[in-house]
């Protein structure tokens, strides 16, 4: 059974970066086409794609405002999906959470919330102005 735990969430001044991790346990991703992906959630908002990635390919997909901002990666020798988050903003703030899927991230379908298996508890990132 997967599991998904995420860790590196803090409050940040806005401009300022973070880092945060995704672990999964009893998932292996390297050979198979699955698609993993960051997602966030505002308080009173939905939950809104940030950013994927394809697990075979290693192929990276971004929501438009987090494009040029934000990198995601997986190190399957860590077992670990990774958000790179530089330049942060207010609008950033949310609890982030990180998912997979089978099948490929491609043509908008890392953005199908309920193609997703597993999810993990989320970690909460506070941005300030």
């Known amino acids: 059974q997967g599991r998904l735990v995420e860790s590196g969430g803090d409050s940040v001044q806005s401009g300022g970066s973070l880092r945060l991790a995704c672990k999964f346990h009893?998932?292996?991703?390297?050979?198979?086409?699955?698609?993993m992906g960051w997602f966030r959630q505002a308080s009173g908002k939905e939950r809104e794609g940030v950013a994927a990635?394809?697990?075979?390919?290693?192929?990276?997909s971004y929501a438009d405002d987090v494009s040029g901002r934000f990198t995601i990666s997986l190190e399957n020798t860590e077992d670990t999906l990774y958000l790179q988050m530089n330049a942060l903003k207010p609008e950033d703030s949310g609890l982030y959470l990180c998912?997979?899927?089978?099948?490929?991230?491609?043509?908008?379908?890392?953005?199908?919330?309920?193609?997703?298996?597993?999810w993990g508890p989320g970690t909460q990132v506070t941005v300030g102005s």
């Open positions: 998912g997979i899927k089978s099948g490929s991230c491609s043509s908008g379908r890392w953005l199908r919330q309920e193609w997703y298996i597993h």
């Open positions: 009893g998932l292996t991703l390297a050979t198979n086409n699955n698609c």
């Open positions: 990635i394809a697990t075979a390919q290693g192929t990276a």
